[in-house]
């Protein structure tokens, strides 16, 4: 069974910088480096939304409100994905899910982490 572990979440005020960690567990690393990884971000009364994704060969996609200020990157050695974020303001306060999906396998094609808590306040 695969396992997504989100840390790094924080209460910072404007202007500061966070790094979100997702640590996958019950894998190999040769099959960590087959999934397409993902950071999504649900504010209270919200929907859930996309803020990042990596695939396996490293290509990135952002969501317009983050371009410029988040990054993210794998440490496919670490089955580690990171998402750096830079000039953070209020409205990105929310949880952070990490999420995983492969189509390789028949099981563990969508897998989510339990979330981890960013707000940003003055």
């Known amino acids: 069974q695969v396992q997504l572990v989100e840390s790094g979440g924080d209460l910072v005020q404007p202007g500061e910088s966070l790094r979100l960690s997702c640590a996958a567990s019950g894998i190999s690393g040769i099959i960590f480096r087959i999934y397409a990884m993902g950071w999504y971000r649900q504010a209270p009364g919200k929907q859930r939304e996309l803020v990042a994704r990596?695939?396996?060969?490293?290509?990135?996609t952002y969501a317009d409100a983050m371009m410029g200020r988040f990054t993210i990157s794998r440490d496919n050695a670490k089955n580690t994905v990171y998402l750096q974020m830079n000039s953070l303001k209020p409205e990105d306060t929310a949880v952070y899910y990490c999420?995983?999906?492969?189509?390789?396998?028949?099981?563990?094609?969508?897998?989510w982490g339990q979330g981890t808590q960013v707000t940003v306040s003055s």
């Open positions: 999420n995983g999906n492969q189509y390789t396998y028949r099981t563990d094609r969508d897998v």
């Open positions: 990596i695939t396996s060969g490293g290509s990135t």
